[in-house]
């Protein structure tokens, strides 16, 4: 069973750009918004500690944040989500593994990419590996 | 003086340690609390703990604070909030692609040491390396070299 960061949280109407600040940063660490209403991550010490200073940051511009360590009760919903996280990462990684099959494709944007992927990688994707032996496969190809 | 943070410590906090001993307070003497323990020791600066003055603000950790309200004019001390900031907080631009490598190395200090104690030894001896390559980095540049020839 996972054990999973809940995170909600409520902001001044203005200035929106705090909105759209707080908005990108939890997309950029990977996060899930369901119902358009509480982003969930994986608990990890990474995304632990990520979200914790998320949450404080949200406070100090005079918002409210109310962060949850929490475990789904229904297992079928959890898979659910562990899905939702996979595929998140997994288009990205198809969508490398076809530049990849393309003649010279550029291997120094697509390891850029697959990096940051990776850090969103939370379960381990099977086309993450296959992307990334094909990188390291066209290393020092001399096409 | 004493300062007061929570137990288990990473990659900001050994980076906050390592600056205060050697920039700020050579005498500091460091306390480690459970994590979300209240009320806070009355005697100690606290940092690191959501809500101190010593604390993230911004998107930024809190060596960065530490750096900017000590008023530290150092590139390389600065070359190094940008490297903490980017390993402990979600950033949206990334420049320093050693901020991945800093994290797990710090982590995986914390996990073979005894207690936070030792960990905090072992974790300046890294930032006194990092310190020194980056500062011997940033001397020997092409321009640098070129200054010197030029006097």
Request: proline residues 5%.
């Amino acid at each position: 069973m996972t054990n999973w960061l809940l995170l909600h949280y409520k902001l001044p109407n203005k200035p929106s750009a705090l909105r759209v600040y707080i908005w990108r940063k939890l997309k950029r660490s990977g996060a899930l918004l369901l119902h358009e209403a509480v982003w969930v991550l994986p608990d990890l010490p990474r995304t632990a500690e990520q979200i914790q200073w998320l949450a404080a940051e949200i406070e100090e511009m005079g918002g409210n944040a109310f962060y949850w360590q929490a475990s789904s009760i229904l297992s079928a919903q959890e898979e659910s989500i562990v899905h939702q996280f996979q595929e998140q990462v997994d288009i990205v990684y198809s969508r490398l593994l076809k530049r990849l099959e393309k003649t010279k494709p550029d291997l120094q944007e697509i390891s850029r990419e697959y990096q940051q992927a990776l850090s969103q990688d939370f379960f381990h994707s099977n086309l993450g590996l296959l992307v990334r032996e094909k990188l390291t496969a066209k290393r020092g190809e001399k096409s | 003086m004493k300062w007061v943070t929570w137990k288990n410590i990473g990659v900001d906090r050994m980076a906050c340690i390592w600056l205060i001993r050697r920039w700020i307070d050579p005498a500091a003497e460091f306390t480690f609390i459970p994590v979300g323990e209240k009320p806070l020791p009355e005697r100690g600066e606290p940092f690191d703990i959501p809500g101190a003055r010593y604390s993230h603000h911004g998107g930024h950790c809190t060596f960065y604070a530490l750096f900017s309200e000590q008023n530290l004019q150092d590139p390389v001390l600065q070359r190094i909030a940008q490297l903490v900031d980017e390993a402990d907080e979600v950033q949206e631009v990334t420049l320093e692609p050693a901020a991945l490598g800093l994290d797990l190395i710090c982590r995986g200090l914390s996990r073979i040491s005894r207690d936070d104690f030792e960990a905090l030894e072992r974790g300046s001896l890294i930032y006194d390396a990092l310190y020194a390559q980056l500062k011997a980095d940033a001397a020997k540049s092409p321009r640098n070299e070129n200054q010197s020839e030029d006097r």
